[in-house]
């Protein structure tokens, strides 16, 4: 699951990892650009009124409620696919475990996890890391494929009916998306090798806008592509970054996709070696908590807490935050199982915060995920949670995990789920790619262009609901460095209660159809968080 570079192109695919900007070449659609203009830097801290942009009015809290105030300093626990430790504007904030000695081979502070320094890796092993896994729907088909598959409407056995017909709609629906890849892959490398024709007709590497606009097409293919480049040229000049990054980076995509995440043969997890369908199995993993793709968990640390006073990159919301690396996402579907023993890391090494920009359609225990949110409600520790990137509405489909217990018990109180809003103050406010429901999304933040670190001291725009995510956990970081007396849900209230509330309708797909709605109509708040009114919300709970 991922986060999207600004020039989006295509929407968001996968929730959690690098959303890729490009359409469906497959079909011969032409390409639809969605790349918010272009924004004020730091817009997701600025605010609506002095700035004229819909961010959470973070610096004017720093300047107006902060400056002459002490914060302690709290620790936030991001489970991602890695984070880069080293990077200049995060490694002054990196956790740094007190009771560990580094690379000593031993577990000094006998937690179960031996030079646990930053953080744990539980999709590692020995053997390596983990860097592509299957979609879980795909783990599912696998596991049930010998008991369902040579069933029949006449052979299923009463007790399995419900089952099977599950595993019907499911094995339709994997078939189905995997042809799309399939599909997908073979338009754009083709779409790749016609572009290739058009630059060695040019016999440049390298070319321009005006190249291009003087070159002269032959044939419908040739004259498409030309106008596709034209148009991105026009929006952006750098021709490499478009071939490079945005063509190369869905080619990989897709490929990723037909090889590793839609593919019933492929098994990574006998590098991690843990005893998989053991759910006590809870001391596995390695201390790599960077891994082979950290770029999705690095770009959603430095918006939590990037340092602000060293004059480079960017500024992360909270300003006295230590990162703590979870590792439990690759490129494909989490499991569950790595999700909750990540969650009990956090709270039992003193987190307060744990972001969580990940999600899936389908869940294969959630019963085990359920109970590490009850171990973290009980150690007092809030859950911020990405709503996913599909367009739709969490009342209808489910984007896993939930706050709401399997067992019926009730649901996590510390819990945020996080819908995404852009820069404009208008009815696009909501974002095209993010899920809503009334009941299910607690709130919206900022998740358009939004700049943060990346990997080799490096920074992007990214866009998705995982950029949203770190942008409340960093505001519930900022409160509870300032006012720690508070509790876990004590701090939820206070971000649902402060938010500022849009009276117009917003634009949001529905059954296929863009549709107006108030923010009311779908989350809980009706409105996009804030800073400013968070802290000074805090202050009256003294």
Excluded at 86 to 106: F, M, Q, R, T, Y
Excluded at 196 to 213: I, N, R
Excluded at 482 to 502: D, F, N, T, W
Aim: charged share 25%.
């Amino acid at each position: 699951m991922v986060s999207v570079p600004s020039l989006n192109i295509f929407g968001p695919m996968k929730q959690n990892r690098t959303v890729l900007p490009f359409l469906l070449l497959s079909i011969g659609a032409s390409l639809l650009s969605l790349c918010a203009s272009a924004q004020k830097a730091n817009w997701h801290n600025l605010d609506l009124q002095t700035d004229s942009v819909f961010g959470i009015s973070t610096e004017k809290a720093y300047q107006q409620l902060l400056s002459h105030k002490k914060a302690t300093t709290v620790l936030v626990a991001v489970i991602d696919g890695g984070v880069d430790t080293a990077h200049e504007d995060l490694k002054s904030v990196i956790w740094v475990n007190p009771k560990e000695k580094p690379n000593n081979g031993k577990d000094d502070d006998r937690n179960g996890y031996t030079d646990d320094l930053h953080g744990w890796n539980f999709i590692g092993g020995p053997k390596g890391d983990v860097n592509y896994d299957n979609l879980e729907m795909v783990r599912i088909l696998r596991r049930d494929k010998p008991r369902f598959d040579t069933l029949t409407e006449a052979t299923v056995p009463a007790a399995d009916k419900a089952g099977w017909e599950t595993y019907r709609k499911m094995d339709s629906e994997y078939n189905k998306s995997l042809e799309n890849a399939k599909n997908t892959l073979r338009g754009i490398g083709g779409f790749a090798k016609v572009l290739d024709e058009v630059l060695a007709k040019m016999g440049k590497d390298s070319p321009t806008l005006a190249d291009f606009q003087k070159f002269q097409p032959q044939g419908p293919g040739e004259t498409h592509i030309t106008k596709i480049v034209i148009g991105q040229l026009q929006k952006d000049p750098d021709f490499k970054k478009f071939k490079e990054e945005e063509l190369g980076g869905a080619l990989k995509h897709f490929q990723t996709q037909v090889d590793y995440q839609y593919n019933l043969s492929f098994d990574p997890r006998n590098i991690v070696g843990d005893d998989y369908n053991n759910d006590e199995d809870r001391n596995y993993g390695n201390t790599d908590v960077t891994g082979p793709n950290a770029d999705h968990g690095t770009h959603v640390s430095g918006i939590i807490g990037a340092e602000r006073d060293n004059t480079i990159g960017i500024k992360g919301v909270a300003d006295h935050v230590r990162i703590m690396a979870v590792r439990v996402v690759p490129d494909g579907d989490e499991r569950d199982k790595d999700v909750a023993n990540g969650i009990r890391y956090a709270a039992d090494n003193g987190a307060k915060v744990i972001n969580m920009s990940f999600g899936k359609g389908y869940n294969w225990d959630k019963k085990v995920v359920d109970e590490a949110v009850k171990y973290a409600m009980s150690k007092d520790v809030l859950l911020v949670h990405a709503a996913g990137n599909d367009g739709k509405d969490l009342e209808k489909e489910a984007n896993y995990p939930t706050r709401t217990y399997a067992d019926g018990s009730g649901m996590a109180d510390a819990w945020i789920e996080v819908g995404a809003s852009g820069p404009d103050n208008d009815s696009t406010l909501v974002a095209p790619f993010s899920n809503y429901g009334k009941t299910k999304v607690d709130v919206f933040a900022p998740g358009e262009a939004i700049y943060s670190t990346t990997p080799g001291n490096h920074y992007a725009n990214h866009d998705g609901t995982s950029m949203a995510s770190p942008v409340v956990a960093g505001l519930a970081a900022l409160i509870r460095e300032y006012y720690p007396k508070l509790k876990a849900v004590q701090v939820k209230e206070i971000i649902m209660r402060s938010v500022v509330k849009p009276t117009y309708p917003v634009i949001v797909t529905v059954d296929g159809a863009p549709s107006k709605v108030l923010l009311s109509d779908i989350s809980v708040s009706g409105g996009v968080v804030n800073a400013y009114q968070a802290l000074q919300l805090a202050e009256t709970y003294k």
